[in-house]
């Protein structure tokens, strides 16, 4: 999508110029509540999305180049669910609906691709509000402060390189995805493997890992070439595998150690 949208250099004028607006540092692009029309993707600089959750404004995430935006008001004409604001001077590619149509028309992995960046942003945000929400509790008696809910250790399981050179810590709630940062989405995996992968024999979205009942298990993504292995064995797509201390899980060519702290 960065490609699509780029401006022209030198003599060249692209024919997305006249939709490209700036941004200062600090200036709100929309706010909560508002009607939109529009989304938009990052030429340059970075976009935070806030929302106001609970009297406090809370950042939801931060975009960078080739990250998307504002895509909701255009797919359902509602008002927008948080606010944008440039953390940066910004540039920016602005996308009204009758050219969001011809791009989804025009390209198929654009609108897949874009699914599977909306999948993992509502996720992020289900996360944030959780988190929130578990912060609250019932009013504690006079005098008394209230309880916090503490929240997840995330050290406790992890993928090591067998040299010690990368150290993956793994997710306890939801999934923990395994592949290579996609340029051209911008999607940058739980589990980046990129500088370990010369070969590229990891595929963007290869595995993801997830616990249940106390025991993590690992799936491998469908459309994988290269294979996932857990001690040299190969998995069926979409079928999990329970994985246990001290397994080398292999992602194409890549071997990691899965290991427990509680083990």
């Known amino acids: 999508m960065k490609a699509v949208f780029k401006a022209g250099t030198g003599g060249g004028r692209s024919p997305f110029e006249r939709y490209v607006a700036t941004h200062p540092m600090g200036e709100i692009i929309f706010s909560e509540g508002e009607i939109g029309t529009e989304m938009y ?3 340059s600089g970075v976009v935070e999305l806030f929302k106001s959750i609970g009297g406090e404004a809370r950042v939801l995430s ?10 909701m008001s255009v797919l359902e004409d509602l008002p927008r669910t948080a606010s944008a604001r440039a953390k ?34 509502l996720r992020d945000v289900s996360a944030a509000l959780e988190e929130a929400l578990g912060q609250k509790t019932a009013a504690a008696p ?11 250790k995330r050290d406790l ?33 739980d589990v ?24 993590f298990y690992i799936m491998e993504e469908i459309g994988v070439m290269n ?37």
């Open 41 to 43: 993707i990052i030429q």
């Open 62 to 71: 931060t975009l960078e180049k080739g990250d998307f935006f504002g895509e």
């Open 88 to 121: 940066t001077d910004v540039e920016v590619v602005r996308i009204n609906g009758a050219m969001f149509d011809t791009m989804l028309k025009s390209n198929t992995e654009i609108a897949i691709r874009m699914m599977r960046k909306l999948s993992r942003r």
């Open 142 to 152: 006079e005098g008394r402060p209230a309880m916090r809910k503490a929240g997840p």
């Open 157 to 189: 399981y992890r993928l090591v390189s067998p040299e010690g050179g990368a150290e993956f810590f793994l997710n306890r709630e939801g999934d923990t995805l395994v592949g290579r940062a996609d340029p051209v989405t911008g999607i940058t995996p």
């Open 192 to 215: 980046d493997l990129t500088n370990l992968d010369g070969q590229r024999s990891t595929s963007r979205r290869h595995a993801k890992l997830y616990q249940m009942g106390g025991v």
């Open 227 to 263: 294979g996932t292995f857990v001690n040299d064995k190969r998995l069926a797509t979409g079928a999990p595998a329970a994985v246990n201390h001290g397994d080398i899980l292999k992602f194409g060519l890549v071997p990691l150690t899965f290991y427990s702290a509680e083990s």
